[in-house]
């Protein structure tokens, strides 16, 4: 199984909601991501989890809010979101997380966020 | 700096014709070069990835060069398919501790009919 599954394909909050965000991969990999992409783009680096701690947190504002729970999941719970964070959320995963020795990543097919 | 950059920004090719995306990239020290496929909307496909003593990888017809030296990648597409319309991302990782993997911008393809 090489695969990274998301969910929701598609969520669509208002800025006083509280939502979450699924990522999962059982290819026991020990190095998780969030990315956030807006149109046009390339995706942007929000969050690494290395063996299921955080390791890099890339500036991101306390509206988004990391959790890995266990080795295979990786979660981001949205609060108070604003407009201008609608964009495709992506999840990837990697055996270990790049660095010395870079490993490839793998990506989820992305959560569609829409801040009303 | 490290920096990804990648041309054309967009690129329109006739249906079975080939071409050819090009990377440059000035990140040190260089680890691996990886190329991926996304359709709108959805996420990266990994294509290929190249190591530092790799300058050439197929897969399909998708093949990679890397020219290590120069610091230069490109993607070439053989007999190009309405499917292939995407937009192809050069990533690029640093040999050092920590996360540190750069994005280019992307090409985006359209192939027509």
């Known amino acids: 199984d090489t695969e990274v599954t998301q969910t929701p394909k598609h969520l669509v909050m208002g800025m006083t909601n509280k939502k979450s965000l699924k990522c999962e991969q059982h290819m026991g990999h020990r190095a998780m991501y969030w990315y956030k992409q807006k149109a046009k783009k390339p995706p942007e680096l929000m969050f690494v989890y290395s063996y299921e701690k955080l390791s890099i947190n890339e500036s991101v504002p306390s509206r988004f809010s990391p959790e890995c729970p266990n080795s295979s999941l990786l979660n981001l719970h949205l609060h108070a979101l604003q407009p201008e964070d609608s964009a495709l959320y992506l999840c990837?995963?990697?055996?270990?997380?790049?660095?010395?020795?870079?490993?490839?990543?793998?990506f989820g097919p992305g959560t569609r966020l829409t801040v009303t | 700096k490290n920096q990804v950059e990648q041309s054309p920004q967009s690129l329109i090719i006739l249906e079975g014709k080939n071409c050819t995306l090009q990377?440059?990239?000035?990140?040190?020290?260089?680890?691996?070069l990886r190329w991926y496929k996304q359709d709108t909307g959805r996420g990266p496909v990994s294509l290929t990835i190249?190591?530092?003593?790799?300058n050439t990888k197929s897969n399909g017809r998708y093949t990679a060069t890397l020219d290590a030296d120069t610091k230069q990648s490109s993607l070439h597409i053989t007999a190009s398919q309405l499917s292939d319309s995407a937009s192809y991302i050069c990533v690029v990782s640093r040999n050092t501790g920590g996360f540190k993997t750069i994005f280019g911008a992307g090409t985006r393809l359209f192939v027509k009919a």
């Open positions: 990837a995963s990697s055996r270990q997380p790049s660095g010395t020795n870079s490993y490839e990543q793998y």
């Open positions: 990377c440059n990239y000035t990140v040190s020290p260089f680890s691996n």
């Open positions: 190249m190591t530092f003593s790799e």
